[in-house]
């Protein structure tokens, strides 16, 4: 359908969706959109055309997609005036974006890099929400040169990723503000003048949350500090680290809510995204690292296999050790008396978990090179324990060195299940 806008209106379009421009002008997240340009909008995003001028666009609607014209500005007058006031600087600045679940941290992103590009700036972005991250697949830190304006962080790609393997950073604290800290030395090292720009996950309540923030504002050490809040939310982060260039902004008033179902619906288009062309590629386990969730090339865990097999009177196929569980892989037929589960946890003093083999299958890994760099990402096909092979859905075709197992289980259409290995 077409629709015309008036100027200094906007355009609100809920995905599945695709607008273009067939004239006047029109601006979304501070990207220009040019006539016959083509802008896609996901399922369960949002994106606001701004009429610059009067302006006539084609929407081709998907199922459950809506458009509504609006007075409201889409950008917020205080996210103008930081933008502002942060570009107005010298170059070489690290700006980190905070606020809590849809308060607008992407969009915000997205418009100081546009903003940036367009003052000719050079831009990194860093993304280190691994639940609802744009740039790489779930579960990932990621890292971008940003080329040009954009308007969806989903349609670049990661020039440098680390990867974590869950999708919530609290039991994992200390491997995103090491994997952030990483990725922000790559950036500097490529372009010390430009502008870094740090866009986080939404976890902020509670004091673990407030601890963990705190943390990786410390460790980053950004220049400036943009809190997005409604109602002092952040106000527990904010006065821990009051000394520091803290800019507050409002959150838009037309934001998009997103329940549990479409944060997992987005997952699952972003780790399509990057399973795209998969092939299966074997892997013997005398030649690479295993490391994760799941050790397969240790001898100190044969030794901890061949101790839980005495003690549990059946085969154990694979075994490892965390902090406060001991994880093993038994045959499918295998039997298992539960009091001996119970007396072996109570000998070893560690909560055991009990998974049958075909149970790793889909589980979401990555691949390194050799110089330690993430190549890409796979799910696990299987597990050849006896003869030691590996074998990983991936579409890396590189030399492979060593494979991490995440805790994230897919089906073999890459959406999420649930996986019993949280410990």
């Known amino acids: 359908m077409r629709y015309r806008v008036d100027k200094e209106r906007t355009l609100l379009v809920d995905g599945p969706a695709c607008v273009q421009l067939l004239s006047g002008k029109a601006e979304v997240l501070g990207a220009e959109v040019k006539p016959e340009m083509k802008v896609v909008i996901r399922q369960g995003r949002r994106l606001?055309?701004?009429?610059?001028?009067?302006?006539?666009?084609?929407?081709?609607m998907g199922e459950q997609a809506s458009c509504i014209e609006t007075?409201?500005?889409?950008?917020?007058?205080?996210?103008?005036?930081?933008?502002?006031n942060i570009l107005s600087?010298?170059?070489?600045?690290?700006v980190l974006i905070l606020g809590g679940v849809d308060s607008g941290k992407t969009g915000f992103c997205i418009y100081l890099a546009n903003t940036a590009l367009r003052a000719n700036w050079k831009v990194s972005v860093i993304d280190c929400d691994l639940g609802q991250s744009d740039l790489g697949p779930p579960g990932t830190?990621?890292?971008?040169?940003?080329?040009?304006?954009?308007?969806?962080?989903f349609t670049l790609f990661p020039d440098d990723s680390v990867f974590v393997g869950v999708t919530s950073p609290s039991r994992v604290v200390d491997e995103v503000l090491n994997a952030t800290i990483k990725l922000k030395a790559k950036a500097l090292e490529r372009r010390e003048d430009g502008l870094i720009i740090i866009n986080t996950d939404g976890w902020i309540d509670g004091d673990a949350a407030v601890k963990y923030k705190v943390r990786l504002i410390e460790m980053v050490d950004p220049d400036y500090i943009v809190a997005i809040q409604t109602g002092g939310e952040l106000d527990p982060i904010v006065s821990s680290v009051k000394e520091r260039n803290i800019i507050t902004v409002e959150s838009p008033e037309n934001i998009k809510r997103r329940d549990q179902k479409t944060r997992r619906l987005l997952r699952g288009f972003a780790y399509k995204k990057h399973l795209k062309g998969s092939k299966i590629c074997s892997f013997p386990l005398s030649w690479i690292k295993v490391e994760?969730?799941?050790?397969?090339?240790?001898?100190?865990?044969d030794q901890l296999r061949e101790k839980m097999q005495e003690v549990l009177k059946t085969e154990v196929l694979c075994c490892e050790e965390t902090f406060n569980s001991i994880v093993l892989i038994i045959g499918k037929k295998a039997g298992l008396d539960e009091e001996a589960v119970k007396l072996a946890e109570m000998k070893m003093g560690k909560k055991i978990i009990v998974l049958q083999k075909g149970d790793e299958k889909g589980l979401l890994v990555s691949l390194e090179g050799p110089s330690g760099n993430m190549l890409g990402i796979g799910t696990i096909y299987s597990v050849d324990f006896r003869n030691r092979i590996i074998k990983i859905r991936t579409p890396v075709n590189k030399p492979v060195s060593k494979i991490k197992i995440g805790r994230i289980k897919l089906d073999p259409e890459g959406n999420e299940m649930e996986y019993c290995l949280k410990a």
């Open 48 to 60: 606001p055309f701004e009429a610059r001028s009067e302006f006539e666009a084609e929407l081709f």
């Open 141 to 153: 830190v990621d890292l971008c040169f940003v080329p040009k304006p954009f308007t969806d962080l």
């Open 89 to 94: 600087e010298k170059r070489g600045i690290t």
């Open 292 to 301: 994760g969730s799941l050790h397969l090339d240790s001898q100190k865990r």
């Open 71 to 84: 007075d409201v500005a889409a950008i917020p007058s205080s996210w103008r005036v930081a933008a502002s």
